[in-house]
């Protein structure tokens, strides 16, 4: 099953809902930063996150979540557009730690999330097209990345919600199933309809295993919601990485002629990386020296 998620509404507008899946999303990410599994686990639930609040954008805007925690995983950045298209990566991604409650490796929610993550602050961070881009924050709760963002839909936005995220990962450390889901609650939902929601929560199957038993994010959102769910919008989800050749080189640029002149002098040429995709970037000998060229003519 190729990646995409659904936007939806029931109860009248009162209630708007989104699931995914992003299996073979998560798998390219973690594959290009060669992410250990508890890093696959922390990266791919912010990265379905990512998906699904960047296509309640407009246009050409973004969003961008930072996981800043004290753990040994590091910052975990994603970015994420309204076309459903996510890139990220995080700190540290060959960390390893025991399984969560002494339980054996091989399900993803027996690894230790909130350890690796630790205690910090989720940033949510909007680039509106505007002077400024929106920043909201919250401490952050669990690091379990998932409860985090409960808290931060309930304290940035008022809006009550809930969120199942899943990473489900092979013993080899391979992802087998990834997706999500967010429900939102808006004003005027009843109470029967809200206990009815809380209640499909609490016995609700981990999403991975409904992935795995080849439901879709349709079949998902039908078992959640009482009445008619009315599917607005499907969307494709996949990587997209917007660094180029041509952005470092006017990186490079930037670091001046004298700068330039030492790294031919010191290495002979230079090797850059991008952060969120891995991307490797080679400049040898002669190509750094037209780049000196022309930083002297600037």
Excluded: W
Excluded at 229 to 234: A, F, L, Q, S, T
Aim: glycine share 10%; net charge negative.
């Amino acid at each position: 099953m190729s990646d995409y998620l659904v936007r939806a509404t029931a109860l009248e507008g009162k209630l708007r809902a989104f699931a995914c899946i992003t299996t073979e999303t998560v798998r390219e990410i973690t594959d290009r930063h060669g992410t250990l599994a508890l890093a696959s686990a922390a990266l791919g639930r912010t990265l379905t996150m990512g998906s699904m609040m960047g296509v309640t954008l407009k246009g050409r805007e973004t969003i961008t979540l930072k996981i800043s925690g004290d753990g040994p995983l590091g910052q975990i950045t994603v970015t994420a557009d309204s076309s459903g298209h996510v890139r990220g990566f995080v700190q540290n991604p060959h960390v390893e730690l025991p399984p969560k409650d002494g339980i054996v490796f091989g399900d993803v929610e027996k690894l230790d999330v909130g350890a690796g993550v630790g205690q910090g602050f989720l940033y949510v961070i909007k680039d509106l097209g505007l002077k400024e881009p929106f920043v909201g924050s919250v401490p952050l709760y669990s690091g379990e990345i998932g409860e985090d963002f409960l808290l931060y839909f309930a304290q940035s936005e008022q809006i009550p919600s809930a969120v199942g995220l899943g990473v489900l990962m092979e013993k080899d450390q391979t992802v087998k199933a990834a997706g999500g889901f967010l429900i939102q609650l808006l004003p005027g939902v009843s109470d029967e309809d809200i206990n009815y929601i809380e209640e499909q929560i609490k016995q609700f199957p981990h999403i991975t295993s409904l992935l795995v038993q080849g439901l879709t994010p349709e079949d998902i959102l039908r078992r959640l919601i009482p009445g008619e769910v009315d599917i607005k919008e499907r969307i494709d989800i996949g990587h997209r990485c917007d660094c180029s050749r041509e952005r470092f080189e006017r990186g490079l640029l930037s670091l001046g002629p004298t700068e330039i002149s030492s790294i031919i002098e010191e290495d002979k040429h230079a090797e850059l990386v991008c952060h969120f995709c891995n991307e490797k970037y080679q400049f040898d000998e002669e190509q750094l020296k037209t780049l000196h060229e022309q930083s002297l003519q600037r």
